[in-house]
């Protein structure tokens, strides 16, 4: 089977698994943090002392690592730009979106008159090219769905912070997270649409840089939204957020393990944000759906297992994106198929709604759950 990340020997898989160590606490000892922000450093300091730490698999810690090395070298202007725009951005050139395109040139006009060729900051020209191309691609796929009459709201958000990759088609100013995210929408929008909630609620882990949680709360604008990450993930879309929604009551609940005294902070805000234990302490279905893109395949098995468990406590209803089939690096043999059901402790007893391979990266699979 084709692997997210690349079969190794039996030598190597054991040599990463068990050999190779990946202490995160340590190496936060000897950082130089000159360079991090205060509220970075604070929060940090709370995600290692937190039930959360032991949630994140040895792969997220080598990753995390990384990133914090990045940081703090202070070659950057801001972290959130280089955290997104080098692990939130695609680049890679996929088949099937490309013959989705041709398909449909056949019957539609295709806008040409745009800057394939534009220079994107930190990629070279080849992977701007590609970068442009698959924008160009993406619009063409998704100006024909009901959810592209949101996009001119998602292109008007204010965002001092994040700088995207950008491309203009037809006035309006394109990105690969709106277009991605949008995408995602038009089956969260169905999934929810069964429930005739007036005022939603969604609770999603591993937010990215938040690019979901931002077409939700420009869509739904009385929605109440809950982000459970780790940093220095969770600091990118919480400055994000801020950015974008100035005028919505945005906290950090880090901190509040008490299950009454969280419920009542979420009350009384529009966005919370939280780390992936805390999700145990909110009421019984109290969100109408979770949300988990592109992170489940990136956990331990066991803590696949956790969430899971979760979600159907505090939930009514679940989409998630996976690779179709996803080797978990630095494990010792933890492969995972979204044609297992077992892979991902999904019960029979759940209805599937959907469950379908996405548009970009074709890799990938949606699935929508009732519990």
Known sequence: MELQAKKKSFWGT??????????????????????????????????????????????????????????ASGKYKN??????????TWTEIDEKLIRDFCKNAQYNKINLNINLFKKQSNLNYSASINH?????????NIKGKQVFKYLNQLSK???????????????????????????EYEKIEKLIGKLNAKKNRFLEVGAGSGRTAKVVLSVNDDAKYVIADIPPAVNVSLNNLRASF???????????????????????????????????????KTFDLSIAIDCLHE??????????????????????????TAGLPYAFFQYYSVHRKEDYFIKDS????????????????????EF
């Open 299 to 324: 956990m331990d098995r066991m803590t696949i297992k956790k969430y899971m468990i979760n979600f159907e406590n505090v939930s009514k209803l679940i989409y998630f994106k996976v690779w179709e």
């Open 350 to 369: 759940w209805k599937e709604h959907f469950k379908e391979r996405c548009i970009y990266p074709s890799k990938l699979f949606e699935l929508g759950y």
């Open 79 to 88: 972290y959130e730009n280089i955290m997104a725009l080098s692990y939130f």
């Open 246 to 284: 100035p005028n919505k009551k945005i906290t950090k609940a880090f901190e509040i393990n008490d299950p009454k005294h969280l419920n009542d902070t979420l009350e009384k805000n529009d966005v919370l944000f939280v780390f992936p234990h805390q999700i145990k302490f909110f009421s019984k």
């Open 14 to 71: 054991f040599k990463n698994a068990y050999l190779r160590q990946k202490n995160l606490k340590k190496f936060w000892i000897k950082l130089d943090k000159t360079n991090l922000p205060k509220e970075l450093i604070e929060t940090f300091n709370l995600y290692l002392k937190s039930e959360s730490y032991n949630w994140s698999s040895k792969f997220w810690r080598h990753l995390i690592m990384l990133h914090m090395d990045l940081i």
């Open 132 to 140: 442009n191309l698959i924008l160009l691609l993406l619009y063409e």
């Open 157 to 183: 958000l204010k965002n001092n912070n994040l700088i995207e990759h950008s491309l203009s088609i037809n006035i309006l100013e394109i990105s690969q997270d709106n277009l991605n995210s949008l995408m």
